[in-house]
């Protein structure tokens, strides 16, 4: 899939990131700039970062840059073992993958680019499922439902006597991951009876090609195919948050209507590779980049403030993780469903 901006639009960037003098800001990049920085991990973040690839490229063809889909839990295989510079990821580093980088002496610097919002979706032919709840959710993917609840109607009485077929991402997805813990309380707690895959097409193909079909992913990939698919919203339980079944939308991920399902995406960055120019002047240009690409691909930027103090966190080489393992005083980590991404990076006081 290719994003692209205009050339205009390209250099309206540059020259705003050069004025401002901004901790995100790039300056003209030499025509000499050559290199490779290899990427990979959550295939939900991969449109971001391959939008930013692109625009990218189109200044700098000496730079070969390649993003892979191995799913979060995969990319952060290949991050620790220090054989990519920067790891997508759909939910914060674990304290497992913390310890495999800690091995391999591999420091990072940890970058939130985007919100996203887990979309439930099921397929178009689907006249029944108006909205579904929390609970309704963990119903149907705790561990316990496994080859019990295998229909509609166990859901919902006045739903049909019809099989019901679930799709979602792999246990190497940070989708699988942030979902297990928003909705059923626990990560990796889950049913394993369901069509998987790390690649968010083949649950998009699932679900557009089964009317009984049920699944989850990204905002994104829902909005490149919303004429195969349908969204249905989704009731926390909570009035004072949602009042009520919401759709997962820009609007109510910035007013926090959509939970839990609302969360934050990352890059990870090698800080030895860093210091390579290649890599130094690509990520900038991802932080300066990203609020227009996120939306051009159908995710939601963060604020102004948030991508300042990602700026300022990647200058000055800020290591660790404000999010995950490691990140609170008990070293148990703060990957926890509702994080405020303004706060945590305040916390850290990277100014």
């Not at 698919?229 to 109510?252: F, W």
Request: aromatic fraction near 8%; include cysteine; proline fraction near 5%.
């Amino acid at each position: 899939m290719r994003y692209l901006v205009s050339a205009n639009t390209v250099a309206a960037l540059a020259l705003a990131a050069c004025i401002s003098g901004g901790p995100a800001a790039f300056a003209a990049v030499p025509e000499s700039l050559s290199g490779d920085v290899r990427i990979d991990g959550s295939s939900t973040v991969y449109p971001i970062t391959e939008a930013v690839a692109e625009e990218f490229g189109a200044s700098n063809p000496r730079v070969k840059v390649t993003v892979g889909i191995a799913g979060t839990g995969g990319g952060f295989k290949k991050f620790c073992a220090n054989e990519i510079d920067v790891v997508n990821a759909s939910r914060p580093i674990k304290e497992s993958e913390v310890t495999e980088c800690v091995k391999s002496k591999v420091d990072y610097v940890e970058l939130p680019v985007a919100y996203d919002a887990l979309t439930i979706v099921v397929n178009p032919k689907n006249t029944w499922a108006s909205s579904i709840t929390v609970a309704e959710l963990k119903k149907i993917w705790e561990p316990e439902a496994q080859g019990k609840i295998t229909r509609w109607n166990q859901i919902r009485a006045d739903w049909p006597d019809a099989p019901l077929r679930l799709f979602g991402p792999g246990v190497d997805s940070g989708s699988y991951d942030y979902f297990t813990e928003a909705v059923v309380g626990k990560q990796h707690s889950s049913r394993g009876d369901f069509t998987s895959s790390e690649d968010d097409n083949v649950l998009v193909q699932g679900v557009a090609g089964d009317v009984n079909a049920l699944g989850y992913f990204g905002m994104a990939y829902f909005q490149e195919n919303s004429d195969k698919l349908k969204a249905i919203p989704v009731d926390d339980g909570k009035d004072e948050n949602g009042k009520g079944p919401q759709v997962a939308s820009l609007e109510n991920v910035t007013r926090g209507a959509y939970q839990p399902l609302a969360r934050p995406l990352f890059v990870y960055v090698n800080k030895i590779s860093a210091e390579r120019a290649e890599v130094k002047q690509f990520v900038s240009f991802y932080l300066k980049s990203a609020p227009e690409l996120t939306k051009q691909v159908g995710y939601i930027p963060l604020s102004p403030s948030v991508y300042t103090l990602a700026g300022t966190r990647f200058d000055k080489r800020v290591a660790g993780s404000v999010f995950g393992a490691g990140s609170s005083k008990d070293g148990k980590g703060t990957a926890s469903v509702g994080v405020t991404i303004e706060e945590l990076l305040k916390r850290e006081e990277v100014l």
